[in-house]
């Protein structure tokens, strides 16, 4: 695992987590417990911070990255912060945004600055979701601009906890391989 500062900046490490040998983790990045970053992501935190929560899985290829201040940018720059329990499939780009609780971002989805995906939110497949833009609670979100496709089954949403809870084992299984 490649993890590395940004000047005086040092990801910081949860219980429990995995960070593939081919996957890079730069600067002021705090990773909670159980998270996992798979093979070729990159999680950048040098010009503003990353958050990511429990449980929460970055899968292949994904990028994570931030906004710095400047002076076409917001006081502060912004940075990105994913909550608990959150999938992100593979090689999403992920840059500046919030995604909170048991959201799901699809493979090859791009989230832009200041854009926002709420609790249970789903950005399907390659869908771009502009900036500034707010998926609700519960809403599927797809296409290039991304919209509203329609509100997610019950169903749906417990295949979102899944996810969640399924790459924690997956994860376990990886570490145990690694210790022995």
């Known amino acids: 695992m490649s993890l590395r500062p940004y000047l005086d900046k040092f990801p910081v490490l949860g219980e429990r987590v995995y960070v593939d040998p081919a996957a890079t983790v730069i600067g002021e990045v705090d990773l909670g417990d159980d998270v996992s970053i798979w093979p070729g992501c990159v999680v950048r935190g040098d010009v503003n911070s990353i958050s990511i929560g429990a449980r929460t899985n970055v899968q292949d290829g994904t990028i994570v990255h931030v906004t710095h201040e400047g002076p076409y940018t917001r006081p502060g720059g912004l940075p990105t912060v994913i909550a608990n329990d959150v999938t992100i499939g593979h090689g999403a780009i ?26 249970y939110g789903f950005v399907a497949a390659g869908a771009v979701l502009s900036p500034g833009k707010i998926v609700g609670e519960g809403e599927l979100w797809v296409g290039n601009p991304a919209r509203l ?16 809870q399924h790459y924690v084992r997956l994860k376990d299984r990886y570490l145990g391989m690694l210790s022995g």
């Open 94 to 119: 992920v840059h500046a945004c919030t995604i909170d609780e048991f959201a799901l971002i699809g493979m090859g989805a791009k989230l832009l600055d200041g854009a926002r995906v709420s609790r």
């Open 149 to 164: 496709a329609r509100r997610l089954s019950d169903r749906e949403i417990e295949q979102l906890q899944y996810s969640a």
